[in-house]
């Protein structure tokens, strides 16, 4: 079984869990593809890692899972400057968007002012 991340967005609120959500490409060795919406509550142990508090998981139909990474083939993500997020609202942020040919990370973090 081989697993693969298209696209994960978790979003880190000050003093509280983080949130993380997939969608999961999974092969079956003989069987279609599967995708899925996956969930986490992500909680920070004392050491610095984040562990699962819960998680669920929903199965989606390829033809929704292929609209979806449609824009990510045809496309060249830009790197997206800072400035852009001056009215966030004090979370971090992370973006994966990938594929089996490239892909592209994006972390930020703003202060709410």
Request: glycine letters at 6%; hydrophobic letters at 35%; a negative charge.
């Amino acid at each position: 079984m081989s697993t693969e991340t298209i696209i994960s967005v978790i979003v880190r609120p000050p003093d509280e869990p983080s949130i993380q959500v997939q969608l999961v490409k999974q092969v079956l060795p003989g069987e279609p593809e599967n995708y899925f919406i996956v969930g986490q509550k992500l909680k920070q142990c004392e050491c610095g890692e984040e562990t699962a508090t819960e998680q669920w998981s929903v199965p989606i139909l390829t033809p929704v899972a292929r609209k979806i990474m449609a824009p990510l083939e045809s496309i060249r993500i830009p790197p997206v400057s800072k400035s852009q997020f001056k009215q966030v609202d004090g979370c971090s942020y992370e973006l994966y968007l990938g594929g089996a040919l490239s892909h592209s990370h994006y972390q930020w973090s703003v202060s709410a002012s």
